[in-house]
């Protein structure tokens, strides 16, 4: 008995929903996206394509990259809806566009300056737990923003906000690092 390919796109350049067959929606079933994942994955493995032409080889070296690299956009809230905001029309340009509100801007320096004077890991690890805490509720922002409302202004500043909680997390973690040290 053999195994039936699974549905793909066509083409490649396909958008990351369509080639996991999942609507396009910030609110996604992580194991149904993993399952997915997982049977694309297999399907397109270069090992069960060696003893076909190189050119088999190629394509199938191709779609894997591919669905690796849609996985990991999908899997990560931040990424899928960057992603999402783009496809509809409104890139984040987190690099080029760091326009935030006041109140946020606010809370950035009072983060920061938490951080620069705590002197133990408790302290730190407390202001951690208060971030992933706003970091969670800022993605529920961002799911209604596009989800619900499809306010894509709103998504692409709550996506802003998410990215910055991503890389203070990881100041955090640094300076953890450096006092268990």
Not at 32 to 52: F, G, I, S, V, Y
Not at 99 to 117: A, N, T
Request: proline share 4%; hydrophobic share 40%.
């Amino acid at each position: 008995m053999s195994e039936r390919a699974p549905t793909l796109p066509a083409q490649l350049a396909a958008d990351d929903f369509e080639l996991f067959q999942l609507p396009r929606r910030f609110a996604l079933d992580a194991h149904e996206l993993t399952q997915r994942w997982k049977e694309l994955q297999h399907w397109a493995h270069p090992d069960r394509h060696a003893a076909q032409t190189s050119q088999a080889q190629r394509l199938a070296t191709q779609w894997s990259v591919r669905i690796n690299e849609a996985y990991q956009r999908l899997k990560h809230p931040t990424s899928r809806a960057a992603y999402l905001c783009e496809l509809a029309g409104h890139p984040v340009q987190a690099h080029s566009n760091t326009q935030m509100s006041p109140d946020f801007l606010i809370q950035q320096m009072q983060w920061r300056e938490s951080l620069e004077e705590a002197t133990d890991a408790l302290t730190v690890q407390n202001l951690r737990d208060d971030v992933v805490a706003a970091r969670q509720s800022e993605s529920a922002t961002c799911e209604n923003a596009i989800d619900d409302m499809q306010n894509w202004p709103a998504a692409v500043e709550s996506v802003r906000r998410m990215l910055f909680m991503q890389r203070f997390e990881a100041d955090i973690d640094r300076r953890l690092d450096q006092l268990d040290d």
